[in-house]
């Protein structure tokens, strides 16, 4: 209750970042007067002027870079990948001596002697004020230039496993983004919103001020105003199948006491900086354990999600000389070709066909690895969750219709299964679902000699 | 200013630790319900089910731990450095594949086979709610069973290497503790105080509540309550001589407009769960800045520091057959032997002998690597000070006789020299001082030969 | 530095409010069920019982408040300002022992007995939660009712009584508002704005986001996400002439550094239920003080303010049969009626003639109590600021041009000369101002002869 | 949740007061340079240039107040009390109107009329930083003057009335003191507790830290660091006899949820200057709340408090002519001379005699209006509690035994019926308590004829 001091800590992280900021561009003025260059300044970073003076150093480092252009940008990441890469003859006296002695003092040497110098150097770059936010945008810049340039990828792993570790569960904050958060914030959410765009500030506001609604993001604490992950909850009477009530404005709002169920119905990442370090699956689980301390008549726990992979699956199905639905699934769906399809009859008639394909999609279309062939299916199976329900008509926008023939599918997380679901996913690729789902699903067969 | 809603992310987490800490109390009763093995919940913790469960598991591996005695827990951290170890087949193979291929990716799967499996229960154990504080605490345990066993080394080598990334200068955060500072924090700093003793809470009040005080420490937003490290500063009129007028309660307290000098008196680190991750560079140099940008007209910032080696090596100089002092010195300081010495007239005769054979000390003296002798003198010329000023009588306290005979020394950070003098020291064990304490110094006759 | 713990103070009482709001929403249900009347109550809360249960009757009584509509609300205000009026009896009595003792104790139980009841229900009816809010509230519905009921006016006296004492200066609290802030408090900024209106979020971020730009509000610890009033600050070179390029969307921010001016060119109250409690006199006070110690270069501070009575006093001028001004510049000025007139060449010619008319109208046309006639000149002056600058074609918007033919003023408010002003205009009615306005106005016959 | 934008009001608050806290030590020294009279600087705050430089004046009028000694200041009271009290003339004037009119403007006038000046002086003192902190200092100042000088009564009920506005119930923040709060904060509980004294530091920590005990304060926003009334609460399974076991340092705290009884201990007023201000009765009932919504199986709410008037009521029961005490009690009473009486065999032949005596003291004994005779009984009854046991052996301390001769009592708060015990009391003077008390209880002889 009193725990404000610690509360304080982070306001004082926030405003050093600002103004470090401001600073930055204050500076920008006198960039021609800095005639010695970003690689020797990174060393010396590295040497023993960078244990006097780290802190200087790391941010007359970033203060350079950012006024770099894009080429070099890149001659720079190449001098990260080359000249502050690994010390080959240290690793060779390294196995020499791990050869000859195979003891632990051997090994934690051949550790050593195998980290390339920049992760020390990255290490060094955080003692800047703002200096992880830096790091963040600079491995994003990385990621474009890697685009066209495979040897920078060592770089990047770099970057990958320090900010695995930086960006450790145990270091992230869940908050509730609503009506009272900074606009500072919320203007990231707006921008960062991947799944159902969010027109303005208006749309903004009905999904996070209303009761029946509820956001939550997880924050560093280096990372002044950024939020990591977010997700958008509406509280419902009963599992959805479509998206877009939950998105209208209906403007009547459920009492939150009446609802049973909780609906996940949009995950959005934020910083590309830190793609492939995952929040999501922490995410969820401590929301839900969030919404249920704060709703404890709250019985259902689903998402509403989209099935990105479904309309090119389909179309491939439909041109497969092997197909594994069914001839008469296939002629059906044919109906799908013609324009606005859904605004008439047809709808209904393909409603089943569409069940068949979609189980059929889910259960038996594998990915190369094994797994689920749909990215959203892979992301929550992994986590724990359960196919729950398949939504047809789910979603009519131009994107959904595009995507997935208007599909939406709920996966269901109880917290008494998510253990068992995951390592069942986990260890047979066992697509955990409902018996409605697996008697519709047409089996491959391939799969089903395997 | 506004920048409050970040402020509150960390209140979040301290609360989220409180509450951790109440559970584990709670949970004690059932302990005997546990049968299963600590170093299987580990390997799960490791395994797929980690990944669905992990903060559960992690949170129960903890209460676990902490019902164990000190036998078990040897066991356990045996078990770290042998189960938990390298796979030597992996490294064998990359060993191999490094011979073979020379390649970056090679080198890095050398490093990542080459990495102790315990680093990554380490980072998943970080899953549980006030995690970090309790690898901390685990961490201090293992020094403990070091004291007789050597091969515990490398399992502290990891935490070492790990908190060194998470307790990154980039991530720590400056506070002043002043008199409107949580109590749970106050007494902290009473407890951690560890160069000149805080009675009770009167004296702690007068080191931190009069205008002319200041003291500052260094937080971790992820250690509850938890001071990483502090100093306490002085503002006074002149570089002081002694310890007892700025430890006394004088009443008065010195208009801060008033004062020229700053003065630090006391460094204390609090976390010895976090030995050899060092701070206290980071935060004299912080706190500078900080106290000019309160009271710019400040111009001296100089530490008032105990010399702790000065008594043991001024005995042995005393019984040496090759003394670097001079017989006449020699002479005069057996006048040290006699009880309070200090008392009487000796005092003003022993002045000079004294200052001799302390700027010899200080000068002439190194340890076997070439550095100064002093452990304090090693830390402040590391980090930039200047050897300023010597004070013969400047801590009269049976402590500060038995360890020095009442030597005090004031070091002095100048920013603009603090580059050249760490270079100094750093490259050539120069040890920069002023040319007072320089010709009062007696060269070693050894070392006047290299 | 570390005040937090008072800074939570205020988050409960906002908590609080917020509650409350969601609990009347949801009994609004059961309305019906409540069939004791609301004076009942008020007397209640007067009553003993009030004394047991204050908060839960005060918040009885504001949710059967809530519940009325316009009818009702009236019929309630009547009550208030009958029934809980002054206990006449009590007040003979009084008078009578006045006139036999007076002395302190028989004029204490005067001023006693003449208060109307409805004071102390409102100091009963603030134990509700939210019942400050709630209470402004009232005032506002009352204010409505009052167009048409003289007789109620003795019950608005009252309220602007005891929210003078409540809202005395000392209890508020000036705040930035900048883009840090909550939305909830932002989307209030924008509503509020009476001056120049935001146009959306866009808008608002131009406003309070540039480094050249402040926005500072008074609020008050029991008015929950409540600014008072607020002003919009431009940091600029010079004394702008116009308003157009401190609104526009010009996308380069000046730095604060060059600055020399700042520019309060928007006021805006926020609670018309606090209209007759004044704000802005400390509002503009306060914020030079802290734009000084944020910008200690800055030697300007000016309003760039509406002459909003300026075109009504033309008109009349130009038609009255003994104008102040004189002939020639009427004839000039019938320019002003053709449509467009400040887009061609007649804005030139017209700039005299319209200075003349702006000087005169502002030193020699005077209202009834012998002040300036423009309002908004009374409310600057009577702050102790000087008349500084009129600028002709300084807001040429279609509301700019109809109330005032675009002419806009600056207002100059220095520290050293407010006092004086103050009392200058108190005392005598005296417009302080520049030569070259006083030598532009011509002299009111009448004003000249007394 | 999100609230902290308002949290940090009070933060600027606390700042500002203690700021100015500084200034006012810094300006001392130019004291002898003020020669213009306290008096004129408050007419001058009541004139125009109150207007102008309000906050500077008031600022100035309390830094001489300070430097005055208590001569001067009991003249400064005395001109409180004469110069700046009615305007005599004004209400003959009223009167008069009242006479002629009746009406509502008349009863305004008259309101207005019968207002001491000092009243809208004290409210612009409020406008100096820490205002409202001086002016409760100030009436404390006079609170010791008006010991010997009953005129100045006038001024401190224009004070109570003045506080008994602003420290209105609506303004009040709880807030819960542990651990965690301030030291700031803790050094006055530990200096303000009134009933059971606070040893140390230690001590505190007893009393607030455990997880069975819990500490409420309330505090005011313009009161900085100041809490205004406070409450020491434990948590046990039955209702205790004996205050010692729960002072006393056992060591071994209650889990929270295993208690069924809430007992408030000990009630501690902090401001002098805000006596006739009541808060007690609130905090009571919303510490209930508070505690209820924590530990909703906690089904007893208790206090356990002192007996104040009971050693001096028995003394003269025992030498009166005519005692309400039966003659076979007073026999057995007089053991009670003998010194230690509590630690033999007597205590046991005393409980019954000591039973009949408290309980005729509560029920029986009146004070001159009718109310309880014991001072802390009338609170409690007087908020609607009711007597719920009387325990002969509960304080044994040196002031427990003189002034109670060791009893206690136990008061309860039954939120069902608080409102009707309240009423039973108000207006009949009737104290609930259960049988077991009743029937112990000796009737007046007096009190049983009326």
Sequence with gaps: MNTSFFGELLQTISERGRALLERTRERRGDAAARSHGLVELCEELLSGRGEASGAALAREIFIRYDELTTGPRIAFFEALATRFGVDRERIDAAVDAWARDGNDEAAIELHLASEPRRQELFRRLNLAPGGTAALVSMREDLMDAMAHRDDLSPVDQDFVHLFSSWFNRGFLV?????????????????????????????????????????????????????????????????IPRAIAPILGNNGSALRPESANTAVFYSISNCQRGLSGVSFGSFLIKQVVEEISREFPRLSTFVTLSPAPGFAAWLARERESNNPILLPEDLAELSELDKPNWWQDGAAERLQEPLLHAAATYFLSARSGTGGALDPVARFHLGNGARLEQLNPFGDLSEKGIAQSHGLMVNYRYDVDEIEKNHEAYAENRTIVTVNGIRKRARAARELAKA
């Excluded at 765009?197 to 749309?203: A, E, M, Y």
């Excluded at 903004?204 to 997880?218: E, G, K, V």
């Excluded at 939020?227 to 509406?234: C, D, N, W």
């Design 174 to 238: 869940l908050r509730r983004i609503d009506w009272s958060t900074p606009a500072i914030i919320l203007e990231k959410i707006i921008r960062y919103e991947a799944v159902h765009q969010i027109q303005d500030w208006d749309d903004l506001r009905r999904r996070i001020d209303p009761p029946d609604r509820r956001c939550y993001a997880f924050f560093h604490p280096a990372l002044v105003d950024e939020p990591l992950i977010f997700v958008e909850v509406a509280l419902t009477s009963g």
